[in-house]
């Protein structure tokens, strides 16, 4: 038999492009296997959502195992424990908050309008699905579940500050209060929704959006009012004291 090829210095010539198609092979299998843990993660998160749906928010890992589908060995294997899946919901919850308020606040290009696009998006999302938003809300003293509260708080803020900012320069106006303005209404209409989904919705969303449409433009306007003045009037966080 004749014996592989050789190069000058002994070596098969074939073995590095065995080798690379090995490799090659072998991470295809792991990112083949990669993808469909995470199908499975998610298919997971999506029957948690519907047993909490079904089941309030005291439902258990069993209900949720028997939602999916799963026994609870296999929920183990995607999560350590029910405080992981919970934060894993969070999430979920957390970005179709982001993904129905952010488009409403960039949309909007009327001043008054853009207090109440993100004042009625939020209470949108709220109004869709209260009990996924009072679950939200209610573990927030989860250490995991708060951080995804708070930096979804952060997201919205930071693009409505950017949007206020915009507005105020556009009225020749000191964009300094854009930041805490826009962390004030995040912080308003969170409180204020928690109390509205507490309390089944006393008051319908339409009417709620102008109740406090009123109460925050009626402070922004007086800004705005203040551009009839001297410019150096409006800018407070420059003006120098004798």
Do not use: C
């Amino acid at each position: 038999m004749q014996s592989p090829l050789k190069d000058v210095n002994g070596s098969n010539p074939a073995a590095p492009a065995a080798q690379e198609g090995r490799k090659a092979k072998g991470n295809g299998r792991r990112d083949r296997w990669a993808d469909h843990r995470e199908q499975r993660r998610r298919e997971l998160i999506g029957a948690a959502v519907q047993a909490l749906l079904r089941y309030g928010p005291e439902v258990d890992m069993d209900q949720v195992a028997a939602t999916a589908g799963v026994s609870k060995p296999v929920l183990y294997r995607y999560f350590a424990d029910k405080s992981q899946l919970w934060v894993a919901v969070s999430e979920v919850v957390a970005a179709r908050i982001i993904d129905t308020v952010a488009p409403a606040v960039e949309q909007v290009r009327e001043e008054r309008g853009l207090v109440q696009a993100t004042i009625d998006a939020y209470l949108g999302v709220i109004e869709a699905q209260p009990t996924l938003y009072r679950f939200l809300m209610h573990q927030s003293g989860h250490p995991g579940i708060h951080q995804v509260v708070a930096g979804t708080s952060q997201q919205v803020a930071a693009g409505l500050a950017r949007v206020i900012g915009d507005r105020l320069r556009a009225l020749g106006l000191d964009a300094g209060p854009a930041e805490p303005w826009a962390y004030g209404l995040v912080g308003f209409v969170q409180a204020v929704g928690d109390w509205w989904t507490t309390h089944g919705q006393p008051i319908s969303r339409a009417a709620l959006t102008d109740y406090l449409t009123a109460l925050l433009w009626n402070g922004i306007e007086g800004v705005r009012a203040s551009a009839d003045l001297p410019r150096e009037l409006t800018r407070a966080h420059e003006r120098i004291t004798p």
